[in-house]
């Protein structure tokens, strides 16, 4: 079965603190992505992966880190915690469509960390 | 990037056919056209996608316009656990092919 796993489901953090949100995928996607959930504004991208050590910034990296070591596991770092952080954090990761192949395929997500910075 | 437009909640009835409809007028000719649904507390599940004919599967059908400018999710026989907000997106397949999200339709299924 199809896992992607969230470190926490919760959090609480103060400010300016330092703060990591791990996701661990089993499946050996290539592409992982990190997104922010908040009411009205939907979810957005934060950055996203295609490879080991690769990342791009997504819509809303202002603030963010990420981080790729290993192909499963993708980090995203919040340098100094402020309170318009506050939200909840989605991690997702797919296997690499193919433009020639006119092949997409689903994003698998993570249940979430909803993420409260005081 | 591509942008999607859909009603910002519907109400349907149990037991009866939901068409969840999307515009997305300046799609390209690459873009992938997905489907995700959230429950309540939950991360987004894929539902569907396609890219210019329509199709099923278990959950849900997928009707694409000719032109593409729009699509419509079809839940043929909804039940309470259809209850949810879904989400019409559009996949670029160059690159990373991120997703671009919608604001997304919350769906009320009424017993």
């Known amino acids: 079965d199809v896992k992607v796993t969230q470190s926490s489901r919760y959090l609480v953090k103060r400010t300016g603190e330092k703060v990591f949100l791990e996701c661990v995928q089993d499946?050996?996607?290539?592409?992982m992505f990190w997104y922010r959930q908040d009411p009205g504004l939907g979810l957005r991208l934060i950055y996203f992966?295609?490879?080991?050590?690769?990342?791009e910034k997504g819509d809303i990296p202002e603030g963010y880190s990420v981080s790729r070591e290993k192909k499963e596991r993708f980090s995203l770092i919040l340098e100094s915690a402020s309170t318009n952080q506050t939200s909840m954090y989605l991690c997702?990761?797919?296997?690499?469509?193919?433009?020639?192949?006119?092949?997409?395929?689903?994003?698998?997500f993570g249940p979430g960390t909803r993420l409260t910075v005081t | 990037d591509a942008k999607t437009t859909q009603p910002n909640s519907m109400e349907s009835n149990e037991e009866e056919p939901v068409h969840l409809p999307c515009n997305h007028s300046?799609?390209?000719?690459?873009?992938?056209i997905h489907w995700y649904r959230q429950l309540p507390s939950q991360g987004p599940e894929y539902v569907i996608h396609?890219?210019?004919s329509n199709v099923n599967n278990r959950m849900a059908s997928l009707a694409i316009a000719e032109d593409r400018k729009s699509s419509t999710l079809i839940l043929h026989r909804a039940t309470l656990r259809d209850a949810a907000v879904y989400y019409c997106?559009?996949?670029?397949?160059?690159?990373?092919?991120?997703?671009?999200f919608g604001q997304g339709t919350r769906l009320t299924i009424n017993p």
């Open positions: 992966s295609y490879d080991v050590k690769m990342k």
């Open positions: 396609g890219l210019t």
């Open positions: 997702a990761s797919s296997e690499v469509g193919l433009a020639a192949r006119g092949v997409s395929y689903e994003q698998y």
């Open positions: 300046t799609i390209s000719g690459t873009d992938y």
């Open positions: 997106i559009l996949r670029v397949i160059q690159g990373a092919q991120k997703l671009v």
């Open positions: 499946m050996d996607h290539e592409n």
